[in-house]
């Protein structure tokens, strides 16, 4: 089983940066994709940003171009640097990692973007 534990999640005023982290432990070595969704209150949830095993990377239109996941294997940590935010930006990040038999969950970090 995969354990996630994310942080770096806080409060930011329009235009800033943060950069989530979520650090993986347990049976790693099974961990294909990893990445990021979000969700606010009454939205459904979006897939930010997605990272294979060998780097391929997919990201929601809302933030191509302004968000970077990126993986470093050796710290079995992906990373979401989050650039040029936005109020709509605001909600519950959350990290997955997928094996070949079940998707684990972080427990969630929250990101909020003032205008």
């Known amino acids: 089983q995969v354990q996630l534990v994310e942080s770096g999640g806080g409060l930011v005023q329009a235009g800033g940066s943060l950069r989530l982290s979520c650090a993986a432990s347990g049976n790693i070595f099974s961990i294909n994709a990893m990445g990021w969704y979000r969700q606010t209150p009454g939205k459904q949830r979006e897939l930010v940003a997605s990272?294979?095993?060998?780097?391929?990377?997919n990201y929601a239109d809302s933030v191509m171009g302004r968000f970077t996941i990126s993986r470093d294997n050796a710290k079995n940590t992906v990373y979401l640097q989050m650039n040029s935010l936005k109020p709509e930006d605001t909600a519950v990040y959350s990290c997955y990692a997928d094996d070949p038999f079940r998707r684990s969950w972080g427990q969630g970090t929250q990101v909020t973007v003032s205008s």
């Open positions: 990272i294979t095993s060998r780097g391929s990377t």
